[in-house]
């Protein structure tokens, strides 16, 4: 069974940075999703098989980045100027045909890692 495994969450202030990483078992598109406490879960960012093509909700594009590292069979989401909005339990995703942005478009998670930006 494949396993998506994040790592990289924390507790930062506001503007500061976090980098999550997520490693899977074999190479796939994946994306990074988030879901703040009694809210739904939202697409943050998705990044094609080879790196060539990605995607990012309006909320963090100029602030995040997501990239890939295939060797290692490892995504990044690099997170700057990080603001207390973004507090949310942060989810990999992976196995998505056209990089979806809702949740039902992608067939694995992982567990969710919590990053916390303080004021």
């Known amino acids: 069974q494949v396993q998506l495994v994040e790592s990289g969450g924390g507790l930062v202030q506001a503007g500061g940075s976090l980098r999550l990483s997520c490693a899977a078992s074999?190479?796939?598109?994946m994306g990074w999703f988030r879901q703040a406490p009694g809210k739904e879960r939202e697409f943050v960012a998705a990044?094609?098989?080879?790196?060539?093509?990605?995607r990012y909700s309006d909320s963090v594009k100029g602030r995040f980045t997501i990239s890939r590292e295939n060797a290692k069979f490892t995504v990044y989401l690099q997170m700057n100027s990080l603001k207390p909005e973004d507090t949310a339990v942060y989810y990999c995703?992976?196995?998505?045909?056209?990089?979806?942005?809702?949740?039902?478009?992608?067939?694995?998670w992982g567990q969710g890692t919590q990053v916390t930006v303080s004021s």
């Open positions: 995703a992976a196995d998505s045909r056209t990089m979806e942005t809702y949740t039902g478009g992608w067939n694995i």
């Open positions: 074999r190479t796939y598109a």
């Open positions: 990044i094609n098989w080879n790196g060539g093509v990605t």
